[in-house]
């Protein structure tokens, strides 16, 4: 499908998915939100896709959701319409792991969108935000929730309630980022990061999302029963026998996701 406000690209199993609105700093319009649900969709069903990148521009991965957009919305109308609501449902519903590569800004909507990806390598420029609370909303799709089981409660009060930005070594050393790599590698790592798990068992990778993402719904002892379960599946499939196989054998894996 043609796209007019990202760019997807598809190359070595590796889905790059790159928000294209640079006049608006990447805004989330609803255009652009279609385009990206059905971009994530695409790459979920593609067999050649077996990792997801999800980026911005150096200077802004998205500044948030599109402000002249909304900002003449009635309580009614978000109410009905229920903005934002299935974006979350859909990115949620991605089986395949989806790393968030980020420059730049990262702000309501936009640091939302990328605590949505299974996890966040940030470029030392990146700068995340919750501020929401200048325009007058809370943040509405994860900002009082997410952002409170990375980083904690007393820096999601802070960040949600002074709508302060947060830099990328604050981000690194609070949990929210996985790594921060200079500017100019930034796709680069997070390619070469997808590459590596994309090399892995697809079966295996998507388990593994699928057990840590539980860890969020479940009480530990339910999460750890839930986990077991699913190592113990792991033994029903071939790709199990072929990794421990060439453990033993000393030589590299060759994974069919069987
Ligand atoms: N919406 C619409 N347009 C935007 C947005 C935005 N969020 N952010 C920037 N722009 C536009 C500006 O209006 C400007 O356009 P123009 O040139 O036509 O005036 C252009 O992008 C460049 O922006 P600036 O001139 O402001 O650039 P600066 O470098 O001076 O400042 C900032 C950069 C600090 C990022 C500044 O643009 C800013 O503060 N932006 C708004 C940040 C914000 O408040 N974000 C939160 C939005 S609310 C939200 O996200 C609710 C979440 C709901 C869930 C979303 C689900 C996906």
Redesign the pocket.
């Known amino acids: 499908m043609a796209f007019e406000t990202i760019i997807v690209d598809v190359e070595d199993h590796v889905a790059l998915i790159k928000l294209n609105r640079p ?3 990447n ?3 609803s255009q652009l ?1 279609s385009e990206l649900c059905t971009a994530l969709d695409e790459a979920d069903a593609n067999d050649k896709v077996r990792c997801i990148v999800l980026t911005g521009s150096e ?2 991965f ?9 900002s003449e919305k009635t309580y009614v109308e978000v109410f009905t319409e229920n ?2 609501g299935e ?2 449902d859909r990115v949620a519903a991605i089986r395949k792991p989806i790393i968030a590569a980020v420059s ?2 990262a ?7 990328a605590m949505m990806c299974d996890f966040i390598i940030a470029s030392d420029t990146a ?1 995340f ?4 609370i ?2 007058g ?1 809370i ?5 009082t929730q997410r952002l409170t089981r990375f980083v904690g409660k007393s820096k999601s009060m802070d960040m949600n309630l002074t ?1 302060r ?1 947060m830099n990328a070594e604050e981000a690194e050393r609070s949990g929210l980022v996985s790594r921060v790599v200079p500017a100019k590698k930034l796709i680069e790592e997070a390619t070469a990061a997808a590459q590596k798990i994309a090399e892995k068992s697809q079966l295996t990778a998507m388990a593994a999302k699928e057990a840590v993402n539980r860890s969020y719904e479940l009480t530990l002892n339910e999460g750890l029963l839930f986990e077991r379960r699913v190592f113990h599946s792991m033994f029903a499939t071939e790709d199990q026998k072929e990794g421990m196989a060439a453990f033993l054998e000393k030589r590299e894996a060759q994974f069919r996701d069987k």
Request: charged share 15%.
């Open positions: 006049d608006a700093l805004a989330l319009n939100l200077k802004a998205a500044a948030g959701a599109d402000i002249k957009e909304m903005l934002f974006v979350g730049g800004y702000l309501g909507g936009g640091c939302e969108m700068k935000g919750q501020p929401e200048n325009l909303v943040a509405g799709i994860g900002g709508g930005f």
